[in-house]
């Protein structure tokens, strides 16, 4: 096996950088099956509402933010997840506090297998 295995969250310098918005970005993790992406959002930013066919999982490792998803808003503090099925519209946005969130993606999500910009297609 030749492909690296074994990440940590908090090394900058590992996985595929992208910038979802001002102040919201990401790096991602692309397996076979599944993809992770660990986003670090500033506070008082505001992310896109989109939406994409794949399943998504959020888990909220630190700080506060108010959670969008289906026509509800919902404050989230550290600990909290949430499932998001494909096709449903969602956004996430902070307040004073900023926020970290681990994301898993099933299936991987083509455009975030490379670098570059925007919340994808």
């Known amino acids: ?14 996985g595929i950088q992208r910038q979802l918005g001002d102040g919201i970005s990401t790096r991602i993790f692309a397996g076979d099956q599944a993809m992770l992406s660990v986003v670090r959002i500033e506070p008082n930013s505001r992310g896109q509402l989109h ?7 959020g888990i909220l490792l630190e700080g506060e933010c108010t ?3 289906g026509g509800e808003e919902i404050a ?8 998001t099925p494909g096709g449903v519209e ?12 681990l994301d898993v993606f099933s299936p991987p999500r083509d455009e975030y297998k490379k670098a570059g910009s925007g919340f994808g297609a």
């Not at 096996?1 to 590992?14: I, K, S, V």
């Not at 989230?76 to 499932?83: C, L, P, S, Y």
């Open 1 to 14: 096996m030749n492909e690296p295995w074994h990440f940590n969250l908090n090394d900058l310098a590992q």
């Open 76 to 83: 989230m503090k550290a600990g909290d997840f949430w499932r």
């Open 67 to 69: 959670r969008l998803q």
């Open 51 to 57: 939406s994409h066919p794949q399943e998504q999982w």
């Open 90 to 101: 969602h956004s996430v946005y902070t307040g004073e506090t900023g926020a970290t969130v």
